[in-house]
């Protein structure tokens, strides 16, 4: 009776793994060769189940069949990189300005003696 619990556990664990001593048990415990053969059935229907392949616009077409909504906003490839060029441009001419612009204000304030003050504190 231990032996058939531990069996069953196993069983329901890893299906494919028993032990040797766990298997000779499945030889001489009918109620456990049944429930080893109905597992390996289960086993059998699930793993043959087919997958049915969905294309990659279904969602599209559904949602163009409802009348009255809007169509999604499908992107290319093409226009997510030229966003992408958009925003890396962007952030480097924002990186450039910045830097410009102290740049700017430290010329400014050495014309206007600004220096001179923090070098005679
Ligand atoms: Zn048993």
Redesign the pocket.
Known sequence: ME??KE??TNLALRPDGDTAELSQ??AT?P??AKAAKRAAAFDTVVQSAVMPMVPDDLTARLLALVPGLAQPMVRSKRWLRQRRAFFAISALLSVIGVAVLIYGLYILGSYVGVSEIWHTQ
């Open positions: 032996h058939c069996y069953r048990h499945a415990c109620e456990c």
